[in-house]
């Protein structure tokens, strides 16, 4: 592959992953609940708060473990 051929598969790339970033970011205030999960830990003493996020943790794993899987499958395709 030449070097310009490759400069501009990585600038394709580079456009897609900030375009799915601001989707992201402009989707985020209207996920209020993520964060705030049943299975989600806070513990609140004397003014210190530890937040514990494993409800959420897994939820964001197993999406995004379908999503990295769906695009490897389409690769294969």
Do not use: F
């Not at 070097?3 to 501009?8: A, E, K």
């Not at 580079?14 to 205030?29: E, K």
């Not at 209020?32 to 830990?41: F, T």
């Amino acid at each position: 592959m030449q070097p310009t051929n490759m400069l501009g598969w990585m600038l394709i790339l580079l456009g897609t992953g900030l375009v799915v970033l601001g989707v992201m970011l402009m989707l985020l205030p209207r996920l209020h609940w993520l964060g705030r999960l049943p299975g989600d830990i806070v513990i609140e003493r004397d003014g210190v708060r530890i937040y514990i996020p494993l409800m959420t943790s897994l939820l964001l794993s197993a999406a995004l473990t379908l999503v990295l899987w769906a695009l490897q499958w389409l690769g294969r395709r």
